[in-house]
């Protein structure tokens, strides 16, 4: 079998891929090439260029069904694929490539959260956040195989499991983005240098540093522990009329996992919706109060944002009689 080779050089800034490709799928090598040049300024903006070594190499694999796989700076992939598994592929080659790490949650969940990065800047958000949640199954199974309470080994900061430290990672990295930021996230993750990262909270004092904000209990959470996922319900929902027209609505939330996260709390009105951000710890209860110009319909939690155990609580009917 005849092999073929492409090499990137000129129009990729952050490094250098030869890409070995077969005959027939010279075309596809073209696509990836592609995908190199468009993400490569996306990559650039959030994760700047940590690069250690200036080459990389993918290698053709005949079957376009094959899987993926990536061994340090070689991607083996089917060239002969769609250009969406091109387009994700190359996101994560280029954000291992620019983004050295010792630490896995890093290293591979930061190319995770890349891919939903891309899909978010080329179809939106909610596209961004059904791409979070096609893998929210599989978390939760694995959530409930570790056998509940907490499990050293299964924290990210020194979990093994490619999948947990993958897909837990990207969201952990998804919430840090929407907790403190693009902003100031894209700025920590400029001044991170793997070779100064001999603390485990070496990526949590850049953050903060950046948001002047204490995040101790998100990362005991998701990081430096494994306290399962959250599960989140509405407790209660009070409405109390305003002087000046209009509703303040109290709403409290409860937390029924041992994760506790940051989460949007929407009101749904007649033709509008009002939102807030609330802090709920785990297993505990919180409140947040929302300024509305008539009563809700319903109260939803969360979007899909944070993975959660049980998404059935996630949204809460008014009843007829509060209105």
């Given at each position: ?10 129009a990729l ?7 070995y490709?077969?005959?027939d ?13 468009e ?34 700076k070689m ?9 969406t ?57 694995l959530?409930?195989a ?19 430290v ?35 909270k070496y990526?949590q ?27 989140f319900?509405?407790a ?19 937390n ?10 929407t ?57």
């Amino acid at each position: 079998t005849e092999i073929y080779t492409l090499s990137l050089h000129d129009a990729l800034p952050i490094s250098a891929i030869d890409v070995y490709y077969l005959r027939d799928h010279k075309a596809g090598a073209g696509d990836y090439s592609s995908a190199i040049e468009e993400l490569s300024p996306l990559v650039s903006k959030w994760f700047g260029d940590h690069r250690e070594t200036p080459k990389a190499e993918v290698m053709d694999l005949p079957d376009a069904n094959d899987a993926s796989f990536e061994a340090g700076k070689m991607l083996l992939m089917p060239l002969g694929g769609s250009d969406t598994k091109l387009l994700l592929a190359a996101a994560q080659q280029l954000t291992h490539l620019s983004f050295p790490s010792p630490r896995a949650w890093i290293h591979d969940g930061l190319a995770s959260f890349a891919q939903a990065q891309l899909i978010a800047e080329k179809e939106g958000r909610p596209a961004a956040i059904a791409y979070l949640k096609a893998h929210l199954t599989a978390l939760v199974e694995l959530e409930k195989a570790s056998g509940g309470g907490e499990k050293e080994r299964d924290a990210l900061i020194y979990s093994e499991d490619d999948f947990r430290v993958e897909t837990k990672s990207m969201y952990v990295w998804w919430m840090l983005r929407d907790m403190v930021g693009e902003n100031a996230l894209e700025t920590a993750l400029h001044n991170y240098k793997a070779a100064d990262d001999h603390d485990p909270k070496y990526m949590q004092k850049l953050i903060e540093a950046e948001v002047h904000r204490d995040l101790q209990w998100f990362f005991d959470d998701w990081v430096y522990h494994d306290r399962g996922l959250p599960d989140f319900r509405v407790a209660s929902v009070y409405p109390s009329r305003l002087p000046s027209g209009g509703y303040m609505i109290t709403v409290t939330v409860e937390n029924l996992g041992a994760a506790g996260a940051e989460i949007p709390v929407t009101l749904h009105m007649q033709g509008s919706e009002a939102s807030d951000r609330l802090i709920i710890r785990g297993k505990s209860k919180a409140s947040v109060r929302i300024e509305t110009p008539s009563l809700p319909l319903e109260v939803t939690l969360n979007h899909g944002s944070v993975p959660e155990s049980d998404t059935s609580n996630d949204v809460y009917k008014m009843e007829p009689a509060n209105h």
